[in-house]
Protein backbone atom coordinates (compact mmCIF):
# COMPACT_ATOMS: atom_id res chain seq x y z
CA UNK A 1 0.00 0.00 0.00
CA UNK A 2 1.12 3.69 -0.41
CA UNK A 3 1.29 6.04 2.09
CA UNK A 4 -0.06 9.54 2.62
CA UNK A 5 -3.20 9.65 0.87
CA UNK A 6 -5.73 11.57 2.55
CA UNK A 7 -9.43 12.66 1.86
CA UNK A 8 -10.55 16.10 1.23
CA UNK A 9 -14.33 16.78 0.12
CA UNK A 10 -14.82 20.02 -1.28
CA UNK A 11 -18.53 20.22 -2.14
CA UNK A 12 -21.46 17.62 -0.55
CA UNK A 13 -24.60 17.62 -2.63
CA UNK A 14 -25.71 13.95 -1.76
CA UNK A 15 -24.87 10.57 -3.01
CA UNK A 16 -24.66 11.31 -6.45
CA UNK A 17 -22.81 14.99 -6.55
CA UNK A 18 -19.84 14.84 -4.24
CA UNK A 19 -16.71 15.88 -5.39
CA UNK A 20 -13.06 14.78 -3.31
CA UNK A 21 -9.74 15.52 -4.41
CA UNK A 22 -6.40 12.76 -3.15
CA UNK A 23 -3.04 13.40 -2.00
CA UNK A 24 0.11 11.23 -1.39
CA UNK A 25 2.82 9.41 -3.08
CA UNK A 26 6.07 10.14 -3.64
CA UNK A 27 7.19 10.54 -6.99
CA UNK A 28 8.81 13.90 -8.67
CA UNK A 29 5.38 15.17 -10.61
CA UNK A 30 2.53 16.40 -9.34
CA UNK A 31 -1.06 15.12 -10.14
CA UNK A 32 -4.39 17.01 -8.83
CA UNK A 33 -7.76 14.75 -9.44
CA UNK A 34 -11.12 16.19 -8.41
CA UNK A 35 -14.26 13.64 -8.36
CA UNK A 36 -17.47 14.43 -8.67
CA UNK A 37 -20.32 11.79 -9.11
CA UNK A 38 -21.69 7.96 -7.40
CA UNK A 39 -18.98 6.22 -5.45
CA UNK A 40 -18.15 4.12 -8.50
CA UNK A 41 -16.05 7.20 -9.53
CA UNK A 42 -14.23 7.74 -5.90
CA UNK A 43 -13.27 4.13 -6.80
CA UNK A 44 -12.27 4.67 -9.90
CA UNK A 45 -9.65 7.76 -8.99
CA UNK A 46 -8.31 5.54 -6.56
CA UNK A 47 -7.64 3.16 -9.24
CA UNK A 48 -6.35 6.45 -11.59
CA UNK A 49 -4.17 7.37 -8.36
CA UNK A 50 -2.46 4.12 -8.17
CA UNK A 51 -2.16 3.87 -12.10
CA UNK A 52 -0.91 7.21 -11.56
CA UNK A 53 1.85 6.77 -8.66
CA UNK A 54 3.67 3.79 -10.24
CA UNK A 55 4.20 6.27 -13.07
CA UNK A 56 6.26 8.42 -10.59
CA UNK A 57 3.02 10.83 -10.00
CA UNK A 58 2.86 12.20 -6.47
CA UNK A 59 -1.09 13.19 -5.91
CA UNK A 60 -1.74 16.62 -4.34
CA UNK A 61 -3.91 18.80 -2.61
CA UNK A 62 -2.84 22.15 -4.10
CA UNK A 63 -3.71 22.09 -7.41
CA UNK A 64 -1.36 25.53 -7.33
CA UNK A 65 1.65 22.72 -8.04
CA UNK A 66 -0.05 20.32 -10.24
CA UNK A 67 1.62 19.37 -13.18
CA UNK A 68 -1.21 17.56 -14.52
CA UNK A 69 -4.97 17.83 -13.55
CA UNK A 70 -7.37 14.78 -14.00
CA UNK A 71 -11.59 15.47 -12.97
CA UNK A 72 -13.34 12.24 -12.68
CA UNK A 73 -17.11 13.30 -14.32
CA UNK A 74 -20.73 12.18 -14.43
CA UNK A 75 -23.24 12.85 -16.62
CA UNK A 76 -26.28 11.52 -14.61
CA UNK A 77 -28.17 14.28 -14.41
CA UNK A 78 -27.89 17.73 -16.67
CA UNK A 79 -26.76 19.68 -13.40
CA UNK A 80 -24.02 17.39 -12.98
CA UNK A 81 -22.71 17.81 -15.99
CA UNK A 82 -23.31 21.94 -15.87
CA UNK A 83 -20.46 21.49 -12.91
CA UNK A 84 -18.22 20.10 -14.29
CA UNK A 85 -18.37 22.69 -17.46
CA UNK A 86 -17.80 25.31 -14.97
CA UNK A 87 -14.96 23.75 -13.41
CA UNK A 88 -13.30 22.75 -16.57
CA UNK A 89 -13.84 26.69 -17.70
CA UNK A 90 -11.86 28.05 -14.68
CA UNK A 91 -9.06 24.82 -15.35
CA UNK A 92 -8.31 26.93 -19.05
CA UNK A 93 -8.19 30.19 -17.32
CA UNK A 94 -5.49 28.45 -15.55
CA UNK A 95 -3.78 27.07 -18.14
CA UNK A 96 -3.50 30.25 -19.62
CA UNK A 97 -1.20 31.35 -17.02
CA UNK A 98 0.51 27.63 -16.98
CA UNK A 99 1.02 26.58 -20.84
CA UNK A 100 2.21 23.26 -19.51
CA UNK A 101 -0.40 21.99 -17.48
CA UNK A 102 -2.26 19.02 -18.90
CA UNK A 103 -5.53 19.27 -18.30
CA UNK A 104 -7.79 15.86 -18.82
CA UNK A 105 -11.36 14.99 -18.23
CA UNK A 106 -12.07 11.51 -16.76
CA UNK A 107 -15.36 8.96 -16.50
CA UNK A 108 -18.69 9.47 -17.98
CA UNK A 109 -18.69 12.85 -19.53
CA UNK A 110 -15.46 11.90 -21.04
CA UNK A 111 -17.22 9.00 -22.66
CA UNK A 112 -20.23 10.56 -23.09
CA UNK A 113 -18.49 13.98 -24.62
CA UNK A 114 -15.73 12.20 -26.14
CA UNK A 115 -13.80 14.72 -29.10
CA UNK A 116 -16.28 17.72 -28.41
CA UNK A 117 -14.52 18.83 -25.12
CA UNK A 118 -11.37 18.47 -27.01
CA UNK A 119 -12.25 20.02 -30.03
CA UNK A 120 -15.34 22.48 -30.66
CA UNK A 121 -15.03 23.28 -27.05
CA UNK A 122 -11.29 23.10 -26.47
CA UNK A 123 -11.63 22.70 -22.97
CA UNK A 124 -9.31 19.98 -22.23
CA UNK A 125 -6.13 18.14 -23.41
CA UNK A 126 -6.91 14.45 -22.75
CA UNK A 127 -10.15 12.77 -22.62
CA UNK A 128 -10.10 8.91 -20.80
CA UNK A 129 -13.35 6.86 -20.85
CA UNK A 130 -14.02 4.52 -17.58
CA UNK A 131 -12.26 1.67 -19.41
CA UNK A 132 -9.63 3.32 -20.58
CA UNK A 133 -6.92 4.09 -17.27
CA UNK A 134 -4.56 1.58 -17.62
CA UNK A 135 -3.66 4.34 -20.65
CA UNK A 136 -3.30 7.60 -18.91
CA UNK A 137 0.52 7.38 -18.99
CA UNK A 138 0.21 7.25 -22.71
CA UNK A 139 -2.36 9.37 -22.82
CA UNK A 140 -0.34 12.23 -20.83
CA UNK A 141 2.86 11.48 -23.18
CA UNK A 142 1.06 12.19 -25.93
CA UNK A 143 -0.11 15.58 -24.61
CA UNK A 144 3.99 16.30 -23.53
CA UNK A 145 4.64 16.01 -27.35
CA UNK A 146 2.02 18.97 -28.52
CA UNK A 147 -0.84 16.25 -29.27
CA UNK A 148 -4.38 16.14 -27.91
CA UNK A 149 -5.35 12.65 -26.74
CA UNK A 150 -8.39 10.53 -26.74
CA UNK A 151 -9.33 7.17 -25.10
CA UNK A 152 -12.76 6.51 -24.98
CA UNK A 153 -12.81 2.79 -25.74
CA UNK A 154 -15.08 0.61 -23.27
CA UNK A 155 -14.16 -2.82 -22.99
CA UNK A 156 -16.07 -6.08 -21.93
CA UNK A 157 -13.50 -7.37 -19.42
CA UNK A 158 -11.40 -4.71 -17.62
CA UNK A 159 -12.42 -4.59 -14.19
CA UNK A 160 -8.75 -3.20 -13.01
CA UNK A 161 -8.92 -6.33 -10.94
CA UNK A 162 -5.26 -6.75 -10.05
CA UNK A 163 -4.76 -2.72 -9.30
CA UNK A 164 -4.45 -2.25 -5.67
CA UNK A 165 -6.16 0.86 -5.32
CA UNK A 166 -4.32 3.72 -3.82
CA UNK A 167 -6.93 4.76 -0.66
CA UNK A 168 -8.38 8.47 -0.42
CA UNK A 169 -8.70 8.01 3.38
CA UNK A 170 -5.05 6.72 4.47
CA UNK A 171 -5.82 5.69 7.86
CA UNK A 172 -9.39 5.58 7.47
CA UNK A 173 -12.07 2.87 8.60
CA UNK A 174 -14.22 2.46 5.47
CA UNK A 175 -13.14 1.76 1.67
CA UNK A 176 -14.95 0.90 -1.35
CA UNK A 177 -13.99 -2.08 -3.38
CA UNK A 178 -15.44 -2.33 -6.84
CA UNK A 179 -16.85 -5.97 -7.37
CA UNK A 180 -18.83 -5.33 -11.04
CA UNK A 181 -18.85 -2.71 -13.52
CA UNK A 182 -21.48 -1.36 -16.40
CA UNK A 183 -24.87 -1.97 -16.73
CA UNK A 184 -26.66 -4.22 -18.70
CA UNK A 185 -30.67 -2.76 -17.66
CA UNK A 186 -31.06 0.22 -19.82
CA UNK A 187 -33.53 2.06 -17.80
CA UNK A 188 -35.34 4.48 -20.14
CA UNK A 189 -33.68 7.46 -18.40
CA UNK A 190 -30.20 5.95 -17.59
CA UNK A 191 -27.17 7.58 -19.46
CA UNK A 192 -24.75 4.40 -17.72
CA UNK A 193 -25.02 2.03 -19.86
CA UNK A 194 -23.65 4.84 -22.65
CA UNK A 195 -21.11 5.78 -20.34
CA UNK A 196 -20.03 2.98 -18.41
CA UNK A 197 -20.89 0.11 -21.04
CA UNK A 198 -21.38 -4.03 -20.77
CA UNK A 199 -22.07 -5.18 -17.20
CA UNK A 200 -19.15 -7.13 -16.59
CA UNK A 201 -17.88 -8.86 -13.03
CA UNK A 202 -14.40 -9.06 -10.90
CA UNK A 203 -12.70 -12.11 -10.62
CA UNK A 204 -13.93 -12.81 -6.53
CA UNK A 205 -10.33 -14.13 -5.24
CA UNK A 206 -8.73 -10.37 -6.32
CA UNK A 207 -11.63 -8.83 -4.51
CA UNK A 208 -11.29 -11.00 -0.88
CA UNK A 209 -7.36 -10.52 -1.29
CA UNK A 210 -8.05 -6.99 -1.36
CA UNK A 211 -10.50 -6.96 1.35
CA UNK A 212 -8.33 -8.98 3.18
CA UNK A 213 -5.65 -6.50 2.46
CA UNK A 214 -7.70 -3.44 3.60
CA UNK A 215 -8.45 -5.47 6.76
CA UNK A 216 -4.58 -5.88 7.75
CA UNK A 217 -4.26 -2.31 7.16
CA UNK A 218 -6.54 -1.05 10.03
CA UNK A 219 -9.85 -0.91 7.34
CA UNK A 220 -12.81 -2.24 9.28
CA UNK A 221 -16.10 -1.78 6.60
CA UNK A 222 -15.98 -2.34 3.30
CA UNK A 223 -19.20 -1.45 0.28
CA UNK A 224 -18.93 -3.69 -2.23
CA UNK A 225 -19.52 -1.33 -5.28
CA UNK A 226 -21.86 -2.10 -8.53
CA UNK A 227 -24.58 -0.39 -10.79
CA UNK A 228 -26.66 -3.77 -9.93
CA UNK A 229 -24.43 -5.80 -7.76
CA UNK A 230 -27.50 -8.71 -7.41
CA UNK A 231 -26.28 -9.59 -11.16
CA UNK A 232 -22.70 -10.42 -9.76
CA UNK A 233 -21.26 -13.84 -10.87
CA UNK A 234 -18.02 -14.74 -12.14
CA UNK A 235 -17.53 -18.07 -13.85
CA UNK A 236 -14.22 -19.39 -14.05
CA UNK A 237 -14.13 -20.75 -17.53
CA UNK A 238 -14.85 -17.32 -18.93
CA UNK A 239 -13.26 -15.12 -17.14
CA UNK A 240 -16.73 -13.88 -15.92
CA UNK A 241 -17.77 -12.81 -19.34
CA UNK A 242 -19.96 -15.34 -20.66
CA UNK A 243 -22.79 -16.63 -18.31
CA UNK A 244 -22.98 -19.98 -18.90
CA UNK A 245 -25.26 -21.62 -16.62
CA UNK A 246 -23.59 -25.18 -16.72
CA UNK A 247 -20.56 -24.34 -15.26
CA UNK A 248 -19.52 -23.66 -11.49
CA UNK A 249 -20.16 -19.50 -10.64
CA UNK A 250 -20.13 -17.41 -7.89
CA UNK A 251 -23.15 -15.34 -7.50
CA UNK A 252 -23.60 -12.40 -5.67
CA UNK A 253 -24.39 -14.06 -2.07
CA UNK A 254 -21.34 -16.19 -2.46
CA UNK A 255 -19.24 -13.97 -2.58
CA UNK A 256 -20.88 -11.60 0.26
CA UNK A 257 -20.38 -15.44 2.02
CA UNK A 258 -16.26 -15.04 1.08
CA UNK A 259 -15.89 -11.64 2.00
CA UNK A 260 -17.80 -12.21 5.38
CA UNK A 261 -15.45 -14.90 6.64
CA UNK A 262 -12.53 -12.84 6.79
CA UNK A 263 -13.02 -11.88 9.91
CA UNK A 264 -16.03 -11.15 11.86
CA UNK A 265 -15.11 -7.55 12.40
CA UNK A 266 -14.82 -6.87 9.01
CA UNK A 267 -18.62 -5.20 8.48
CA UNK A 268 -19.93 -5.45 4.49
CA UNK A 269 -21.72 -3.23 2.83
CA UNK A 270 -23.34 -3.69 -0.67
CA UNK A 271 -24.57 -0.94 -2.85
CA UNK A 272 -26.79 -0.89 -5.74
CA UNK A 273 -29.14 -3.69 -5.29
CA UNK A 274 -31.83 -4.10 -8.15
CA UNK A 275 -35.39 -4.49 -7.39
CA UNK A 276 -35.75 -7.32 -10.15
CA UNK A 277 -32.72 -9.71 -9.51
CA UNK A 278 -32.57 -9.30 -5.39
CA UNK A 279 -33.14 -12.75 -4.51
CA UNK A 280 -33.94 -14.41 -1.10
CA UNK A 281 -30.41 -15.96 -0.77
CA UNK A 282 -28.83 -12.65 -0.92
CA UNK A 283 -31.53 -11.84 2.67
CA UNK A 284 -30.62 -14.96 3.76
CA UNK A 285 -26.64 -14.51 3.41
CA UNK A 286 -27.46 -11.22 5.02
CA UNK A 287 -29.42 -12.94 7.87
CA UNK A 288 -26.59 -15.40 8.90
CA UNK A 289 -23.54 -13.26 9.04
CA UNK A 290 -23.53 -10.53 11.69
CA UNK A 291 -20.78 -8.67 10.08
CA UNK A 292 -23.04 -7.97 6.74
CA UNK A 293 -24.94 -4.89 7.51
CA UNK A 294 -28.71 -5.13 7.92
CA UNK A 295 -29.07 -2.17 5.35
CA UNK A 296 -30.22 -2.45 2.26
CA UNK A 297 -30.22 0.31 -0.73
CA UNK A 298 -33.49 -0.77 -3.21
CA UNK A 299 -34.21 2.16 -5.76
CA UNK A 300 -37.61 2.22 -6.72
CA UNK A 301 -37.79 4.87 -9.05
CA UNK A 302 -41.53 5.29 -9.14
CA UNK A 303 -44.36 3.85 -7.13
CA UNK A 304 -46.51 3.54 -10.24
CA UNK A 305 -46.60 0.39 -12.30
CA UNK A 306 -47.03 2.07 -15.60
CA UNK A 307 -44.36 4.56 -14.91
CA UNK A 308 -42.11 1.80 -13.91
CA UNK A 309 -42.90 0.11 -17.60
CA UNK A 310 -41.81 3.29 -19.42
CA UNK A 311 -38.68 3.72 -16.87
CA UNK A 312 -38.33 0.05 -18.67
CA UNK A 313 -37.50 -1.28 -14.60
CA UNK A 314 -38.50 -5.29 -15.42
CA UNK A 315 -40.61 -5.19 -12.04
CA UNK A 316 -44.02 -3.66 -11.30
CA UNK A 317 -45.49 -1.76 -7.44
CA UNK A 318 -46.59 -4.88 -6.65
CA UNK A 319 -43.36 -7.27 -7.30
CA UNK A 320 -41.07 -4.04 -6.05
CA UNK A 321 -43.47 -4.47 -2.41
CA UNK A 322 -43.25 -8.22 -2.46
CA UNK A 323 -39.39 -7.74 -2.39
CA UNK A 324 -39.74 -5.23 0.84
CA UNK A 325 -41.96 -7.68 2.54
CA UNK A 326 -39.39 -10.44 1.60
CA UNK A 327 -36.87 -8.17 3.45
CA UNK A 328 -38.58 -7.71 6.42
CA UNK A 329 -39.45 -11.31 6.35
CA UNK A 330 -35.73 -12.38 6.31
CA UNK A 331 -33.93 -9.37 8.12
CA UNK A 332 -36.90 -8.14 10.34
CA UNK A 333 -34.84 -4.53 11.63
CA UNK A 334 -33.04 -4.11 8.23
CA UNK A 335 -32.74 -0.72 7.19
CA UNK A 336 -33.63 0.31 4.03
CA UNK A 337 -33.28 3.58 1.70
CA UNK A 338 -34.26 4.08 -1.96
CA UNK A 339 -34.08 6.09 -5.01
CA UNK A 340 -36.91 7.90 -6.21
CA UNK A 341 -37.16 10.28 -9.67
CA UNK A 342 -40.23 13.21 -9.79
CA UNK A 343 -41.67 13.92 -13.42
CA UNK A 344 -40.41 11.37 -15.18
CA UNK A 345 -42.23 11.84 -18.91
CA UNK A 346 -46.06 11.51 -18.90
CA UNK A 347 -46.31 11.20 -14.97
CA UNK A 348 -49.62 12.23 -13.98
CA UNK A 349 -50.35 13.22 -10.59
CA UNK A 350 -52.29 9.84 -10.02
CA UNK A 351 -49.13 8.24 -10.56
CA UNK A 352 -47.55 10.39 -8.46
CA UNK A 353 -49.41 9.69 -5.35
CA UNK A 354 -48.55 5.73 -5.79
CA UNK A 355 -45.12 6.92 -5.50
CA UNK A 356 -46.42 8.96 -1.95
CA UNK A 357 -48.50 5.87 -0.51
CA UNK A 358 -45.76 3.47 -1.44
CA UNK A 359 -43.16 5.28 0.68
CA UNK A 360 -45.97 5.69 2.89
CA UNK A 361 -46.38 1.69 2.99
CA UNK A 362 -42.48 1.06 2.82
CA UNK A 363 -40.77 3.55 5.52
CA UNK A 364 -37.83 3.81 4.21
CA UNK A 365 -35.14 4.96 6.30
CA UNK A 366 -33.12 7.24 3.56
CA UNK A 367 -33.99 7.70 0.19
CA UNK A 368 -32.55 10.25 -2.59
CA UNK A 369 -34.64 11.83 -4.78
CA UNK A 370 -34.30 13.50 -8.14
CA UNK A 371 -36.10 15.36 -10.56
CA UNK A 372 -36.31 13.67 -14.06
CA UNK A 373 -33.52 15.53 -16.09
CA UNK A 374 -33.50 14.06 -20.05
CA UNK A 375 -30.42 12.93 -21.04
CA UNK A 376 -29.15 12.53 -24.59
CA UNK A 377 -29.25 9.17 -26.72
CA UNK A 378 -31.50 7.07 -23.36
CA UNK A 379 -34.35 5.43 -24.82
CA UNK A 380 -36.88 7.89 -22.97
CA UNK A 381 -35.57 11.09 -25.06
CA UNK A 382 -35.34 8.56 -28.16
CA UNK A 383 -39.25 7.55 -27.13
CA UNK A 384 -41.03 9.51 -24.59
CA UNK A 385 -41.80 13.46 -24.49
CA UNK A 386 -39.58 15.48 -21.62
CA UNK A 387 -43.36 16.58 -20.50
CA UNK A 388 -44.02 17.25 -17.09
CA UNK A 389 -43.42 21.20 -16.09
CA UNK A 390 -40.36 21.98 -14.39
CA UNK A 391 -42.43 23.73 -11.60
CA UNK A 392 -44.52 20.67 -11.53
CA UNK A 393 -41.63 18.16 -10.93
CA UNK A 394 -40.18 20.51 -8.43
CA UNK A 395 -43.20 20.67 -5.90
CA UNK A 396 -43.71 16.82 -6.78
CA UNK A 397 -40.10 16.73 -5.63
CA UNK A 398 -40.27 18.86 -2.61
CA UNK A 399 -43.85 16.81 -1.45
CA UNK A 400 -41.50 13.55 -1.25
CA UNK A 401 -38.85 15.23 0.49
CA UNK A 402 -40.93 16.61 2.70
CA UNK A 403 -42.87 13.13 3.47
CA UNK A 404 -39.16 11.68 3.81
CA UNK A 405 -38.10 13.66 6.25
CA UNK A 406 -40.39 12.04 8.96
CA UNK A 407 -40.06 8.89 7.88
CA UNK A 408 -36.76 9.16 8.79
CA UNK A 409 -37.80 10.67 11.90
CA UNK A 410 -40.04 7.98 12.70
CA UNK A 411 -37.33 5.06 11.69
CA UNK A 412 -34.89 6.97 14.16
CA UNK A 413 -37.67 7.66 17.03
CA UNK A 414 -38.10 3.86 16.99
CA UNK A 415 -33.99 3.44 17.61
CA UNK A 416 -34.30 5.67 21.27
CA UNK A 417 -33.76 3.15 23.97
CA UNK A 418 -32.03 0.63 21.83
CA UNK A 419 -28.43 -0.40 21.94
CA UNK A 420 -26.71 0.11 18.39
CA UNK A 421 -23.05 -0.97 18.11
CA UNK A 422 -21.45 1.55 16.08
CA UNK A 423 -18.24 1.72 14.30
CA UNK A 424 -16.36 4.87 15.42
CA UNK A 425 -14.93 6.93 12.13
CA UNK A 426 -13.86 10.05 13.98
CA UNK A 427 -14.95 13.44 15.51
CA UNK A 428 -18.10 14.91 15.18
CA UNK A 429 -18.84 17.90 12.62
CA UNK A 430 -19.72 19.82 15.53
CA UNK A 431 -17.99 19.05 18.83
CA UNK A 432 -14.68 17.72 19.71
CA UNK A 433 -15.65 15.70 22.21
CA UNK A 434 -17.90 13.30 20.09
CA UNK A 435 -17.45 10.90 17.74
CA UNK A 436 -19.56 9.79 15.17
CA UNK A 437 -19.40 6.74 13.36
CA UNK A 438 -22.33 4.47 11.85
CA UNK A 439 -24.54 1.88 13.25
CA UNK A 440 -25.73 -1.57 11.01
CA UNK A 441 -28.15 0.37 9.75
CA UNK A 442 -26.47 3.20 8.61
CA UNK A 443 -27.30 5.77 10.94
CA UNK A 444 -25.36 8.23 11.59
CA UNK A 445 -24.23 8.35 15.38
CA UNK A 446 -23.28 10.63 17.49
CA UNK A 447 -22.03 9.99 21.24
CA UNK A 448 -19.29 11.39 23.83
CA UNK A 449 -16.17 10.09 23.11
CA UNK A 450 -15.04 8.76 26.71
CA UNK A 451 -12.09 6.52 25.79
CA UNK A 452 -13.22 5.04 22.47
CA UNK A 453 -11.41 5.38 19.48
CA UNK A 454 -11.48 5.48 15.68
CA UNK A 455 -11.79 2.06 13.87
CA UNK A 456 -12.91 1.02 17.36
CA UNK A 457 -16.66 -1.03 17.47
CA UNK A 458 -18.77 0.44 20.79
CA UNK A 459 -22.23 0.00 22.17
CA UNK A 460 -24.23 3.38 22.13
CA UNK A 461 -27.32 3.73 23.78
CA UNK A 462 -29.80 6.09 21.50
CA UNK A 463 -31.11 8.61 23.66
CA UNK A 464 -31.90 11.46 21.19
CA UNK A 465 -32.64 11.95 17.72
CA UNK A 466 -32.80 13.96 14.59
CA UNK A 467 -33.93 12.84 10.91
CA UNK A 468 -30.55 12.59 10.22
CA UNK A 469 -28.26 11.34 13.20
CA UNK A 470 -29.17 9.09 16.34
CA UNK A 471 -27.87 10.38 19.65
CA UNK A 472 -26.70 8.47 22.62
CA UNK A 473 -24.41 7.55 25.42
CA UNK A 474 -21.47 5.31 25.20
CA UNK A 475 -21.94 1.67 26.89
CA UNK A 476 -18.85 -0.06 26.57
CA UNK A 477 -16.61 -1.19 23.64
CA UNK A 478 -17.13 -4.43 21.73
CA UNK A 479 -13.24 -5.02 21.33
N1 LIG B 1 -32.77 12.03 -14.11
C1 LIG B 1 -32.93 12.04 -12.77
N2 LIG B 1 -32.41 11.10 -11.96
C2 LIG B 1 -31.73 10.08 -12.55
N3 LIG B 1 -31.14 9.01 -12.01
C3 LIG B 1 -30.57 8.30 -13.02
N4 LIG B 1 -30.81 8.91 -14.20
C4 LIG B 1 -31.53 10.02 -13.94
C5 LIG B 1 -32.10 11.03 -14.73
N5 LIG B 1 -31.96 11.03 -16.05
C6 LIG B 1 -31.19 8.68 -10.59
C7 LIG B 1 -31.88 7.33 -10.36
C8 LIG B 1 -30.74 6.43 -10.02
C9 LIG B 1 -29.78 7.37 -9.33
C10 LIG B 1 -28.39 6.88 -9.27
O1 LIG B 1 -29.87 8.56 -10.09
O2 LIG B 1 -32.76 7.48 -9.27
O3 LIG B 1 -31.10 5.35 -9.19
FE1 LIG C 1 -28.88 3.22 -14.76
FE2 LIG C 1 -30.80 1.37 -14.39
FE3 LIG C 1 -28.22 0.60 -14.72
FE4 LIG C 1 -28.95 1.85 -12.45
S1 LIG C 1 -29.70 -0.18 -13.15
S2 LIG C 1 -27.13 2.28 -13.73
S3 LIG C 1 -30.50 3.28 -13.18
S4 LIG C 1 -29.52 1.63 -16.24
Redesign the pocket.
Known sequence: MLENHGLNKVIDEGR?GEAIILEGGTGSKKLYVESYG?QMNFSDSEVVASIMTKEGYTTTRNIDEADVVLINTCS??ENAETRVRNRLTEFKKRKAEQPNLVVGILGCMAERLKQALLEEEQLVDLVAGPDAYRDLPNLIDEVGTGQRAVNVLLSREETYADISPVRMDQGGVSAFVTITRGCDNMCS???VPFTRGRERSRDPLTIVQECKDLFANGYREVTLLGQNVDSYRWNMSSKGVLKDETIPTTNFAQLMEMVALIHPDLRIRFSTSHPKDMTDDVLEMMAKYENICPYIHL?V?SGNSNVLERMNRGYSREWYLERIAAIKRIIPDCAIST???TGFCGETEEEHQETVSLMREVGYDFA?M??????PKTLAERKFEDDVPEEVKGKRLEEIIALQLKNASAAHKSQVGKIAKVLVEGPSKRSAEHFSGRDGRNSKVVFPKGDSKKGQYVFVKITDYTSATLMGELVNHAN
Not at 370 to 375: C, N
Request: some cysteine; charged content about 25%.
Open positions: QCIRFCVPQDIIYFKYSER
